[in-house]
């Protein structure tokens, strides 16, 4: 059993090189950039990997991209802002020791570092992704920037070890990938016809901060916690927002044409 590490990547210098080398045991890494300009291409190599320079077509097309690219038809994805931990590395090696898995794909729990703690709970941790899967009977789909992995067969758990996550260098970063992704996600709302906000504007923000902070005990990790719930909260009001922005207030510039007097 041979295995390819995937790995995409924009601008991530501060963490490309320890990504790929929680990888190296692969017996294959690859990097698929989309026009970093801060190094991460050449940061990459140094450490290893075979880096395939392209566009960015979106979450889920560049992950399928990036698996078609590998040379090995079990593929380990995983973000630049992500690493192997030794217990994990540990569970897949005994997996690709044993040969041919008689599944199609693994999933692994990730435990994220933000605000200066590890979050464990809020619905964060454990938070189980499937990552280790056969190409051939796996491929990426969802609606961006949500991708998520469709098997054509069974999944099992590799209960040992943690995908480890580095998210959010800071607040600030976190409410600039909120704008991103939220832009992303409300034009693939307008494009599929979803276009009632009202109701959502109002009573989808409390709901996404009570279940993250009361009901998933977000509050048990501290203010770091409360911040989280919130920042989730503001997500959901601002996707629908802008679905509202997109539809209405587009179609009523439309109608009005040019100003009196104008």
């Given at each position: 059993?041979?295995?390819?590490?995937?790995?995409?990547?924009?601008?991530?210098?501060?963490?490309?090189?320890?990504?790929?080398?929680?990888?190296?045991?692969?017996?294959?890494?690859?990097?698929?950039?989309?026009?970093?300009?801060?190094?991460?291409?050449?940061?990459?190599?140094?450490?290893?990997?075979?880096v395939?320079?392209?566009?960015?077509?979106?979450?889920?097309?560049?992950?399928?991209?990036?698996a078609?690219?590998?040379?090995?038809?079990?593929?380990?994805?995983?973000?630049?802002?992500?690493?192997?931990?030794?217990?994990l590395?540990?569970?897949?090696?005994?997996?690709?020791?044993g040969?041919?898995?008689?599944?199609?794909?693994?999933?692994?729990?990730?435990?994220?570092?933000?605000?200066?703690?590890?979050?464990?709970?809020?619905?964060?941790?454990?938070?189980?992704?499937?990552?280790?899967?056969?190409?051939?009977?796996?491929?990426?789909?969802?609606?961006d920037?949500?991708?998520?992995?469709?098997?054509?067969?069974?999944?099992?758990?590799?209960?040992?070890?943690?995908?480890?996550?580095?998210?959010?260098?800071?607040?600030?970063?976190?409410?600039?990938q909120?704008?991103?992704?939220?832009?992303?996600?409300?034009?693939?709302?307008?494009?599929?016809?979803r276009?009632?906000?009202?109701?959502?504007?109002?009573?989808?923000?409390?709901?996404?901060?009570?279940?993250?902070?009361?009901?998933?005990?977000?509050?048990?990790?501290?203010?770091?916690?409360?911040?989280?719930?919130?920042?989730a909260?503001?997500?959901?009001?601002?996707?629908?927002?802008?679905?509202?922005?997109?539809?209405?207030?587009?179609?009523?510039?439309?109608?009005?044409?040019?100003?009196?007097?104008?």
């Amino acid at each position: 059993m041979k295995i390819t590490a995937a790995i995409i990547a924009k601008d991530e210098a501060d963490h490309i090189a320890a990504c790929v080398q929680s990888v190296a045991w692969c017996d294959e890494v690859v990097v698929l950039d989309s026009g970093s300009r801060d190094g991460t291409p050449a940061l990459a190599r140094a450490a290893g990997a075979r880096v395939v320079e392209t566009d960015w077509p979106g979450w889920v097309a560049q992950k399928n991209r990036a698996a078609a690219a590998a040379t090995h038809d079990w593929v380990l994805s995983i973000d630049a802002d992500e690493r192997v931990d030794a217990r994990l590395r540990a569970a897949i090696e005994r997996v690709r020791a044993g040969g041919e898995p008689d599944v199609a794909a693994f999933e692994m729990t990730r435990h994220t570092f933000v605000l200066g703690r590890w979050i464990d709970h809020g619905g964060w941790y454990p938070e189980w992704r499937t990552r280790l899967f056969d190409r051939r009977r796996a491929r990426w789909a969802g609606v961006d920037p949500h991708d998520r992995l469709e098997v054509d067969g069974p999944v099992r758990r590799l209960a040992e070890g943690e995908l480890v996550h580095y998210t959010y260098r800071s607040i600030s970063a976190h409410v600039a990938q909120i704008d991103r992704f939220t832009t992303v996600a409300a034009r693939e709302k307008v494009a599929r016809g979803r276009t009632r906000t009202l109701l959502a504007m109002l009573f989808r923000p409390p709901a996404r901060f009570l279940r993250m902070y009361v009901l998933r005990l977000g509050f048990l990790d501290g203010r770091a916690g409360f911040v989280l719930a919130a920042m989730a909260a503001w997500y959901v009001f601002l996707k629908y927002a802008k679905v509202w922005e997109a539809t209405a207030v587009a179609g009523r510039r439309g109608d009005a044409g040019e100003r009196p007097g104008g």
